[in-house]
């Protein structure tokens, strides 16, 4: 299990690939990139994320043995980013292995649900129009509602 919680920007690419060459007995390799969205109605200039350390790292360390508990992972990665960042930017990294994409895929989603919905960092957009915190959404506490 690899968590990193850092403000300098990662190679999706690099990740990926040295995750899924690190073990020979993975089948299956699931990744996903979150990226800084910008929105043609009320353009955003930068989104800043906060977090507290060791708080932050403890709490996605919990969730990515919690997936290891419930599904059959041989690995996991998560990085997450924190500071500002344009739109484009990378925010965050899961990626999952197992010896089958059914719990690869299961523990990933499970994972971005958890970190959509309850991992301790918080996001200010900063837009044309103003600042604002980002607000938590009905359909990600829905989304982790069914696991």
């Not at 919680?5 to 990740?15: I, L, S």
């Not at 044309?128 to 982790?144: C, H, I, N, P």
Request: hydrophobic share 45%; aromatic share 10%; glycine share 6%.
């Amino acid at each position: 299990m690899d968590i990193r919680v850092q403000a300098e920007a990662f190679d999706f690419g690099a990740e990926a690939n040295s995750f899924a060459q690190a073990r020979t007995d993975t089948g299956a390799v699931v990744t996903f990139c979150g990226i800084v969205r910008d929105t043609e109605i009320d353009p955003l200039n930068s989104m800043e994320i906060e977090h507290y350390p060791g708080m932050t790292e403890r709490a996605l360390a919990e969730i990515a043995a919690e997936a290891q508990r419930r599904w059959a992972l041989l690995d996991v990665l998560i990085i997450h980013r924190y500071g500002l960042m344009t739109p484009g930017e990378k925010i965050m990294m899961v990626a999952t292995a197992s010896a089958h994409r059914a719990d690869a895929f299961a523990a990933a989603d499970f994972l971005m649900d958890y970190l959509k919905s309850r991992a301790p960092f918080w996001k200010k957009e900063h837009r044309t129009a103003g600042t604002d915190w980002v607000q938590a959404k009905e359909s990600d506490e829905a989304a982790l509602g069914r696991w």
